[in-house]
């Protein structure tokens, strides 16, 4: 296993509703090196990164150590950012699996993990998944307590949108309400409703705008979309 320093990353700032926040952008690309590159990461705590299978761009992302008080172990706070989202968990046991990363999606593995997209009132988010999985619960949103991640299909488009109702978006892998909700979901981006948000990715990415036809056009690597962020 690899220690994680910190790294600072660049991330292109977004303005929604004259808020700015940030997100993160997999698809398309491989998550897992990026985080191993150790270009991602932001603001980490007790994090250790495990190479699981680097040939097949697996990764794990595990507590650095227990907290030991009078020689018994107390819950320890896990976390970090990454495009100004923070992943988060607590837990007494050193060398857990947090988070799981393979290609283009990141995995809360296991229960009481939460995803924590900072965002305004009435601003409203697009959360994509690589499959469906019923029953996520979520806080801070209009409309209930828990979600459907609806799965991308192969050209990775689809996604499930959520309005704020406070300033963050709470992803739980956790039962909550007395009612059954995943313990693992696989997201591939998390980014704001803005005619930018295709730009809403970190900095190793290149994005270029332009209009044809009258219609404002945006290429990232190579792929167009227009500017909802939707693939054309």
């Known amino acids: 296993m690899k220690k994680f320093f910190l790294f600072a990353a660049v991330f292109a700032a977004m303005?929604?509703?004259?808020?700015?926040?940030?997100?993160?952008?997999?698809?398309?690309?491989?998550?897992?090196?990026?985080?191993?590159?150790?270009?991602?990461?932001?603001?980490?705590?007790?994090?250790?990164?495990?190479?699981?299978?680097?040939?097949?761009?697996?990764?794990?992302?595990?507590?650095?150590?227990?907290?030991?008080?009078d020689g018994a172990a107390v819950s320890t706070e896990c976390s970090f950012t990454m495009g100004g989202i923070t992943f988060w968990y607590s837990n007494?046991?050193?060398?857990?699996?947090?988070?799981?990363?393979?290609?283009?999606?990141?995995?809360p593995n296991g229960n009481k993990r939460k995803v924590i997209i900072p965002t305004t009132v009435g601003e409203k988010v697009r959360i994509y998944a690589i499959e469906a999985c019923n029953g996520v619960a979520v806080e801070g949103v209009t409309g209930g307590s828990n979600i459907d991640l609806v799965a991308m299909g192969e050209d990775?488009?689809?996604?499930?949108?959520?309005?704020?109702?406070?300033?963050?978006?709470?992803?739980?892998?956790?039962?909550?309400?007395?009612?059954?909700t995943a313990t693992k979901f696989k997201l591939s981006a998390i980014l704001p409703v803005s005619t930018e948000g295709v730009e809403n990715v970190n900095s190793a990415v290149k994005a270029e705008k332009f209009f044809r036809d009258g219609q404002l056009i945006i290429r990232k690597n190579g792929v167009e979309y227009n500017a909802l962020g939707e693939k054309l």
């Open 15 to 69: 303005t929604v509703n004259a808020a700015s926040f940030t997100g993160f952008d997999a698809r398309g690309k491989d998550l897992g090196d990026q985080i191993h590159d150790q270009n991602l990461i932001q603001n980490q705590n007790n994090i250790l990164l495990n190479e699981t299978d680097a040939t097949a761009h697996k990764y794990e992302i595990k507590l650095d150590k227990a907290d030991i008080v």
């Open 92 to 107: 007494s046991n050193d060398g857990t699996v947090a988070y799981k990363t393979y290609l283009q999606y990141i995995q």
């Open 156 to 180: 990775c488009q689809t996604y499930t949108e959520l309005t704020a109702k406070s300033t963050s978006i709470v992803l739980w892998s956790d039962k909550r309400d007395a009612s059954f």
